[in-house]
């Protein structure tokens, strides 16, 4: 299993960048590199300065242009046959890559997600599992119309998958996540991993308590998009 994954972390002033570059680094799976994209910040790259040496470590800066056009740029900068992406807040587990891996290989599956703890500002857990998923395909897509139920950092897929199917839409402000998953689940079934592999910070900076009611407009938006396109597709199977 020498299989090399790339973790994407994009980065916009944020104070825990480097927890998690430190939290990628130090993963059990020795066949990584760690790609972090400096999407136009203006402070905290003091904390991204002084890990810049590390191996298997490579920079990236850009204009500030969201966090889709971040992700981008370090997938098509990415030499791994599997993508990884981790929120500049937010941590992996030592264990994490190693076991997607071996669970991906074992299921021939292109994509999976993990269980997921949720951790404080001050990094204290404060609920152990807290994600979710459904065994069936159709149930499974039919519930991800409700509600984005995909935590982004626990994800782990094949480089390939971008050619299939596109990327990250770079006009969507928040929700770019839940519209790769919509597109995904049309030509692939996730795996689930039932193991919190990943601690996501839950914290007032965050963009997504920020800019609430922009991201619950955006996410609808996506849905009647994606509403009949997905129900027509598995009517048809």
């Known amino acids: 299993m020498n299989i090399k994954v790339s973790i994407i972390i994009p ?9 998690a570059i430190y939290s ?12 972090v994209v400096n999407d136009g910040s203006t402070i905290h790259q003091s904390n991204i300065h002084k890990i810049r040496k ?13 966090a ?3 992700l981008n740029m370090g997938i098509k900068n990415a030499t791994g046959k599997y993508i990884a992406w981790l929120s500049s807040d ?8 190693e076991k997607q891996v071996l669970f991906m290989q074992q299921r021939n599956l292109s994509i999976s997600h993990t269980n997921y703890s949720i951790i404080n500002k001050a990094g204290s857990i404060t609920n152990p599992r807290a994600g979710t998923s459904y065994a069936h395909r159709k149930i499974f897509s039919k519930n991800l119309l409700k509600t984005c139920f995909i935590n982004g950092c626990t994800v ?9 199917i596109g990327f990250f839409d770079e006009k969507l402000i928040y929700a ?56 027509n597709f598995f009517n048809k199977r």
């Open 176 to 231: 770019h996540d839940y519209d790769f998953w919509l597109r995904a689940v049309q030509y692939y079934t996730f795996g689930y991993i039932n193991q919190p592999l990943t601690r996501y910070r839950y914290h007032e900076g965050m963009g997504s308590v920020k800019n609430n009611t922009a991201l619950v407009q955006e996410a609808n938006r996506i849905r009647t998009k994606y509403s009949p396109i997905i129900k």
């Open 11 to 19: 980065f916009y002033n944020c104070p825990f960048i480097g927890q």
């Open 90 to 97: 937010d941590l992996f587990e030592r264990s994490k890559i």
């Open 54 to 66: 590390m191996k298997p470590f490579r920079y990236f800066e850009k204009r500030n242009g969201g």
């Open 24 to 35: 990628a680094l130090n993963q059990t799976y020795s066949n990584i590199e760690v790609i």
């Open 68 to 70: 889709a056009s971040a």
């Open 156 to 164: 782990m897929m094949r480089a390939d998958i971008f050619k299939k």
